[in-house]
């Protein structure tokens, strides 16, 4: 019986980790395209980061049809505490950044690898996962999982910058979400950290 729940429990948060990681690309990629054919721009992702901002402050006191269903199934029993719908604003912050910093190609790039690395990286690591990456202190993801999500934001990063630039958003994506960069002692969210972090070594690299 305890072999059994304890594979159960396994295979539960298997199901969680993926669902989260689909809702999150989901979103991503659907950004990316509105993005790219100009039917969306800054303006209309700065009005969906204040609205996700003002649900989360609602959340906290009323509870939201629908709404509530994602934050209790899919946002993690900590943040939900703390801040629901937090993997939501970081991801509409780090890509609002991107948009208004750097030039369209750059921008599209870094949303291409903030919504296909971290979701691929930690499902694909949990189902096939062997080598834990030392980079990662919270021990939580694997160097399969990283190789992975860095080979599909290498090719979907090539629609809008060449192969050596792609690569290099690739890398420097994967090194990016695994360290932890700390802002008064509290760790900025690698939404926010990836985004940012592509677009400065593309800019380099053109110098």
């Not at 002692?185 to 593309?202: R, Y």
């Amino acid at each position: 019986m305890k072999r059994s729940k304890k594979k159960n429990n396994k295979l539960n948060s298997l199901e969680y980790e993926i669902t989260r990681a689909f809702l999150h690309m989901t979103l991503g990629i659907l950004l990316l395209t509105f993005l790219s054919m100009r039917i969306i721009n800054g303006f209309h992702i700065f009005i969906l980061l204040i609205l996700s901002g003002l649900i989360s402050l609602i959340y906290k006191k009323y509870k939201l049809p629908v709404i509530s269903f994602f934050f209790e199934n899919y946002e993690r029993p900590k943040v939900l505490k703390r801040f629901p719908g937090k993997g939501l604003v970081t991801l509409l912050i780090g890509i609002l950044l991107a948009y208004k910093l750097y030039p369209f190609d750059i921008a599209m790039t870094t949303i291409v690898v903030v919504s296909l690395l971290d979701p691929i990286s930690r499902s694909f690591g949990m189902m096939f996962g062997k080598t834990i990456n030392i980079l990662d202190p919270k021990k939580k993801k694997y160097i399969e999982g990283h190789i992975m999500g860095g080979v599909a934001s290498f090719l979907v990063s090539m629609i809008y910058v060449n192969p050596i630039e792609s690569l290099i958003a690739a890398l420097v994506g994967i090194i990016s979400e695994s360290v932890i960069v700390q802002l008064n002692g509290e760790s900025i969210d690698d939404n926010i950290v990836v985004p940012l972090a592509v677009g400065v070594s593309i800019l380099l690299l053109r110098m």
